[in-house]
C-alpha cells in the first residue's frame, strides 16, 4: 500500500505571489486534511476535503482554498503570500468511517515553504 | 474550540532513562487521544492512541495514560533508546465524523547514548 506523497517538497517564493502544493491520498483512503507547522509548533488544522467538498476549516483567512480531485488527491493553494506563511505544509489522508469510530491520520513529509 | 497543552516543550534522557510527556485538553467531550512521533525531515506518524473508555495503553516499550476527570493524558516510553530520539505530539479530538484532531506545540525528546 503507497503512504502519503507531496510535492514539491521545498519551494521558495516571494510576498505576494502564489503557490499551489499538492498531496496523493494513500490507497484506500477518501478524505484529506491540510496543516501548517510552523518551526517548533504542532499542526495547525486548515481544512478538510471530503467527496470532493469542504468538509471543516480551520482559523485560516479565505487566500488559503483546496480541492479534491475524483482520485482523493489534493491541493492546496495559497494566494498573496505573506512572511508568516513560511512553514511546513503537512497532508494526512484518512478513511471517513461516520460514526464509527476515529479515522486515523496517515501524514506526508510535508512541503517546505519559505516565503522571502 | 478544543485547546491542548503539552510539557515539556524539551526532554533530555540517557539511554535506559524512562521518558513522560504530559498533555492537558479543554474539551469535555473529546474521546479519542493519539500520539504521534516526527523524526526529522517526515511527517507526524501515529505510535499509540487511547479513547475516553480506557484509563491505560501499552505497546511494548509505550504507555498512554487517561485521566478524563482530570482532563490530562501522558505518554510513558520506558528503556529509551537513541532512535527514541524524535518530536512528539499529542492531540485530541472527538471519534469518527469529521475527525479534526487539536494538536499539542511538541515535546522535543532527546536520548543521549
Known amino acids: 500500500e503507497t503512504g502519503v506523497t507531496q510535492s514539491p517538497t521545498h519551494l521558495i517564493k516571494t510576498r505576494g505571489q502564489q503557490v499551489t502544493l499538492r498531496c496523493s491520498s494513500q490507497?484506500?483512503?477518501?478524505?484529506v486534511s491540510w496543516y501548517q507547522q510552523a518551526l517548533g509548533q504542532g499542526p495547525q488544522f486548515i481544512f478538510q476535503?471530503?467527496?470532493?467538498?469542504?468538509?471543516g476549516r480551520g482559523n485560516f483567512p479565505p487566500r488559503f482554498s483546496g480541492l479534491q480531485f475524483p482520485n482523493y488527491s489534493s491541493e492546496l493553494n495559497v494566494n498573496a503570500l505573506e512572511l508568516d506563511d513560511s512553514a511546513l505544509y503537512l497532508c494526512?489522508?484518512?478513511?471517513?468511517?461516520?460514526?464509527?469510530?476515529?479515522?486515523?491520520?496517515?501524514f506526508g513529509a510535508g512541503s517546505r515553504l519559505t516565503v522571502l | 474550540g478544543e485547546n491542548v497543552e503539552q510539557h515539556p516543550s524539551t526532554l533530555s534522557v540517557q539511554e535506559g532513562d524512562s521518558a513522560v510527556i504530559k498533555c492537558t485538553y479543554s474539551?469535555?467531550?473529546?474521546?479519542?487521544f493519539p500520539w504521534y512521533k516526527q523524526e526529522l525531515g517526515k511527517g507526524p506518524q501515529l505510535i499509540i492512541d487511547?479513547?475516553?473508555?480506557?484509563g491505560e495503553k501499552k505497546d511494548q516499550r509505550i504507555a498512554v495514560t487517561l485521566n478524563k476527570t482530570a482532563k490530562h493524558f501522558s505518554l510513558h516510553i520506558t528503556e529509551t533508546q537513541p532512535e527514541d530520539s524524535a518530536v512528539y505530539f499529542c492531540?485530541?479530538?472527538?471519534?469518527?465524523?469529521?475527525?479534526?484532531?487539536?494538536f499539542g506545540r511538541g515535546t522535543s525528546l532527546i536520548v543521549h547514548p
Open positions: 476535503y471530503y467527496r470532493e467538498e469542504e468538509n
Open positions: 494526512a489522508s484518512s478513511l471517513f468511517r461516520g460514526a464509527s469510530g476515529a479515522n486515523v491520520l496517515t
Open positions: 490507497s484506500g483512503h477518501n478524505t
Open positions: 487511547i479513547r475516553s473508555n480506557v
Open positions: 492531540a485530541a479530538s472527538i471519534s469518527g465524523g469529521s475527525y479534526i484532531p487539536t
Open positions: 474539551d469535555s467531550a473529546s474521546n479519542y
